[in-house]
């Protein structure tokens, strides 16, 4: 469903995406998640400007979640692998510990847009959007989920609404929905599972 057009390259059989596609992607993979990051950034400094350190803390905080939780998974599977003797990939763990730094997954979500662009396999196009799905939902669910909370909690604690509070609020809820109906079809059985329903 994602494909238009086939083309020869190296004499190996590739898929061209069309640029409708590529741009919905762009834009819920790249441009939403940034918007969302950005808007976080501008609360924090805000808050701090404003003299409430503790709740820019708590803002700042919220941004490396993801990572926290995401090393801390990792460790433990690379633990329990070492533990078995099995073989223990260095640069690929490094580089799933790396993915959800802050802002780490737009970008390879943009890297992912000039992969697309230039044509790919069938097979990895359903692997690109499965992977930046998945990637995605530490973002959401451990950073924009209590993001939402916590500046809902501060705007009614100080009763100041303020325009980069606001847009922070507004990006977390719609970055969240977002997440959780891709999820939906994202975490089903692979006999019914859509990488990317909106694509």
Request: proline share 4%; glycine share 4%.
């Amino acid at each position: 469903e994602y494909v238009t057009s086939k083309v020869k390259t190296k004499g190996e059989l590739k898929k061209k995406i069309s640029t409708f596609t590529i741009m919905k992607f762009f834009l819920f993979k790249v441009c939403l998640p940034l918007f969302d990051v950005g808007t976080d950034i501008a609360s924090f400094l805000y808050l701090y400007n404003k003299g409430h350190e503790q709740w820019a803390a708590f803002t700042l905080m919220w941004m490396f979640v993801p990572f926290t939780v995401n090393f801390l998974i990792i460790l433990n599977d690379s633990i329990i692998t070492l533990i078995k003797r099995k073989e223990f990939k260095i640069k690929k763990t490094l580089m799933k510990i790396f993915l959800h730094f802050p802002l780490a997954v737009p970008f390879r979500n943009a890297y992912f847009c000039i992969v697309l662009l230039t044509g790919v396999n069938e097979v990895n196009i359903e692997q690109i959007f499965e992977e930046s799905a998945l990637s995605s939902f530490y973002e959401s669910f451990l950073e924009s989920g209590p993001q939402l909370i916590q500046q809902i909690v501060i705007m009614s604690s100080t009763g100041q609404v303020s325009i980069p509070q606001t847009f922070s609020v507004i990006s977390s809820l719609f970055f969240l929905t977002w997440a959780a109906c891709t999820a939906f079809f994202v975490q089903r059985h692979k006999d019914y599972t859509d990488p990317d329903p909106m694509m």
